[in-house]
Nanobody, 129 residues
Framework: QVQLVESGGGLVQAGGSLRLSCATS????????MGWFRQAPGKEREFVAA????????YYADSVKGRFAISRDSAKNAVYLEMNSLKPDDTAVYYC??????????????????????WGQGTQVTVSS
């Protein structure tokens, strides 16, 4: 089983930036897509961004378009989330996820939690006003 480990979270003032990283380890890594989700206290885990591993096409939630950027390093089997112009509403635990089975590819939908089979433990992002 592949392990996903997030890093880069922390406390930042509104308008600031953070860069999250997701490293993979374990079995030979293979994924059709990787994504970032977040969960704020008392709320459902929601989609943030995803990237197709084969095409590098990216997908974003409307709430982060123009502010966040997802990227990948195929040599390192790592994915990143560059977060700019952060708002207090961005405060959440951010989770990295991988789709090893192709659920995203075959459905064409990259925003569903159920499409991702591997998950990290999460990293806290807190944005102060």
């Amino acid at each position: 089983q592949v392990q996903l480990v997030e890093s880069g979270g922390g406390l930042v003032q509104a308008g600031g930036s953070l860069r999250l990283s997701c490293a993979t380890s374990g079995r030979t890594f293979s994924a059709y897509a990787m994504g970032w989700f977040r969960q704020a206290p008392g709320k459902e885990r929601e989609f943030v961004a995803a990237i197709s591993w084969s095409t590098s096409r990216t997908y974003y939630a409307d709430s982060v378009k123009g502010r966040f950027a997802i990227s990948r390093d195929s040599a390192k089997n790592a994915v990143y989330l560059e977060m700019n112009s952060l708002k207090p509403d961005d405060t959440a635990v951010y989770y990295c996820a991988a789709d090893p089975l192709g659920n995203t590819y075959y459905s064409g939908t990259y925003s569903l939690r159920s499409a991702y089979g591997d998950w990290g433990q999460g990293t806290q992002v807190t944005v102060s006003s």
